[in-house]
């Protein structure tokens, strides 16, 4: 137990024994012998020899014995009260000669003691509470640790990071050695002129190892490595963020050679003047502290600070000159290679089956992050666990893979015929069209059975990494978004609400390559969307680059390419009529077909037996 933790136990236990001595009487001058009814039924029996009344307290003589004893003592709640009550009592029983003597000692007068000792005890009791109550305090969130960064030092459970724990980024590691080598060795850098990057920014997509990166740079350099989220530095009272600012990198400064990582910048460098105080509110003035931290007056030797965002198009552009943030460092999501590379690192500690081939799934996995893969790894693995089973197979891969993708499957859900035929025609449309469109991937599996929010499926996966989209790749792609809904029209002459996220995709896509990427020839090469976002205090009217003629033609022209796609899907699917409604037969009796037993089918074959349908699909290297 912590020695703050135990004096505050010590405390408690202190205040609780002094309220109890309070309410036990532990400070009364004795016990009564006698109750206040006893001394009544004494006199009423005429036992009582004489008694003295002093202050709160009566002692009675008495003739005889009481439980042993001619004298007793007790005390008297109010004494005025017993005399008025008893007055008769006495004369009586002294006309008789039974009391033979009594006497009332008038009270003493106010003491300075009497309101004295009260108020010292309530005020121990106030002081101990108060001693309690701050070192608690001093445990948390206190206000004279407002003030204080709030950092990380070191990495998690202590655990040392290095380039070999980061995979799949083998050009960024080689920028991020440079800095690596100034730490070790500085001298090498500074004899010849040379000054090391005061900032690193690293930029890419959630998931992509950007945090990874920073404390695998502390790992390989041996120094102390201190982290904080930008959101650490945002307090509802003024001056706390730009506190936190100089006390970071005056922590960084008692232990250089160091590194500070700032995650998530952008929740503090914002561009300024995009608020409702203008420059004055609480996030510019610590940003304002920052950039002077940074290449201000003050000089950082050795503390090189680090940064993440997947937002670079937000921040300050004080914040990204040279001086500041030098180099901006690229992490996009992994190539092929790239992802084998990551598998294997988080492959490590998992027991995998022989049959599980790294290179195959890290070839169908295209898009995916680090992060992405740790987590298809890792669902395998609570797979293979749920099962029973030593170690993680390739079905158990495939599963997690698809579970990943759409959610997990709802076979007890129950539907309607008519539902599932709606769902089998859409799903069977979006097959169709996408075997008529040469661009378009080849189709690995149709299913009516449900997975997270989607009644069907029809999966497919990326032939290549090819990340430069091609006009006709992208007019294909609308295409094959609208096969669903071209095909209830035409087959049902209803539509449903079930192709609402392909248009919201699709349209997605025409007013891109309408606005964005110059792909209409009425509009010409010009780009007519921009990514910056209206901020409050800023004028809503420089938020538009293009004038209200141009916003009128840009909604046409994405009109036009959603009906020429639409007429496009409508002629695939009129042309394989029969074949669309062949798929939707076969659904309808076995909820999935396979890629191979849809091949059979498009090519007049005799459709096969069922086949296990693998995500991850054996290439040509």
């Avoid at 040392?160 to 991020?176: N, Y």
Wanted: glycine share 8%; charged share 25%.
């Amino acid at each position: 137990m912590k020695k703050r933790s135990l004096f505050s136990v010590i405390l408690y236990v202190g205040v609780l024994a002094l309220i109890l001595s309070l309410i036990l009487g532990i400070f009364d001058f004795g016990k009564d012998d006698l109750t206040y009814s006893q001394i009544v039924e004494l006199f009423q029996k005429e036992q009582v020899k004489s008694f003295v009344v002093e202050d709160q307290s009566i002692t009675l003589q008495l003739h005889g014995k009481y439980d042993g004893k001619e004298k007793l003592t007790c005390r008297l709640a109010d004494p005025d009260s017993f005399r008025q009550e008893m007055h008769s009592v006495f004369q009586d029983q002294s006309e008789k000669g039974v009391l033979l003597s009594y006497d009332f000692v008038p009270q003493d007068g106010f003491s300075p003691f009497d309101l004295v000792i009260p108020l010292l005890i309530v005020g121990v009791v106030l002081l101990l509470m108060w001693v309690i109550l701050m070192s608690r305090a001093n445990n948390g969130n206190h206000m004279s640790n407002f003030g204080k960064a709030r950092t990380v030092m070191g990495v998690p459970n202590g655990k040392k990071v290095t380039f070999d724990d980061v995979a799949g980024v083998d050009e960024e590691k080689a920028e991020l050695q440079e800095i690596v080598d100034f730490l070790r060795n500085p001298e090498k850098f500074t004899n010849i002129g040379a000054k090391i990057p005061h900032g690193l920014l690293l930029v890419g997509p959630p998931g992509t190892g950007k945090t990874l990166l920073a404390r695998a740079v502390a790992g390989e350099a041996g120094v102390q490595f201190l982290s904080i989220s930008g959101s650490d530095f945002v307090e509802l009272y003024v001056g706390v963020g730009a506190s936190r600012v100089r006390d970071l990198f005056e922590q960084a400064k008692k232990i250089a050679p160091a590194i500070i990582f700032i995650d998530e910048i952008d929740a503090v460098g914002r561009k300024r003047g995009s608020g409702l105080g203008g420059g004055h509110d609480e996030k510019e003035q610590t940003l304002n502290q920052l950039l002077v931290e940074m290449d201000g007056f003050n000089h950082n030797s050795g503390v090189i600070v680090l940064a993440a965002t997947n937002r670079p198009d937000i921040l300050d552009p004080a914040l990204l000159r040279p001086g500041r943030f030098d180099r901006r460092i690229h992490i996009g999501a992994p190539d092929a290679k790239g992802r084998e590379e990551i598998l294997k690192v988080h492959a490590k500690n998992k027991k995998l089956d022989g049959g599980v081939d790294l290179g195959v799934v890290a070839r169908s996995t295209v898009g995916f992050t680090g992060a992405d893969l740790s987590n298809l790894l890792n669902e395998a693995a609570i797979m293979a666990a749920r099962e029973n089973r030593p170690v993680l197979t390739m079905d158990d891969l495939n599963n997690a893979m698809m579970k990943i993708m759409a959610g997990p499957e709802k076979r007890s859900r129950v539907r309607t015929r008519r539902d599932l035929k709606v769902t089998a025609l859409h799903e069977a449309g979006h097959a169709v069209a996408m075997y008529n469109l040469p661009t378009q991937d080849p189709v690995l599996q149709i299913t009516v059975i449900p997975r997270g929010n989607s009644l069907g499926a029809t999966w497919h996966i990326p032939k290549d990494d090819s990340a430069n989209l091609t006009r006709n790749q992208m007019y294909e792609e609308i295409v094959a978004l609208l096969g669903g809904r071209v095909a209830e029209a035409l087959f049902i002459g209803d539509i449903s609400v079930g192709a609402s996220n392909d248009i919201d995709r699709a349209t997605k896509l025409a007013r891109d390559m309408v606005a964005r990427y110059g792909m209409c020839e009425a509009l010409g090469t010009v780009s007519y969307l921009d990514d910056g976002e209206v901020f409050i205090g800023r004028d809503y009217q420089t938020t538009k680059s293009y004038s209200e003629k141009f916003a009128g033609t840009i909604d046409d022209q994405v009109k036009l390419l959603m009906d020429k796609a639409y007429a496009r899907c409508a002629e695939i699917l009129k042309k394989d009529e029969d074949k669309v409604r062949k798929i939707v037969e076969f659904l309808l009796e076995n909820e999935s077909m396979s890629g191979k037993q849809f091949a059979d089918c498009m090519e007049d074959r005799e459709i096969g037996e069922a086949e296990a349908v693998s995500m991850f699909q054996k290439t040509e290297e």
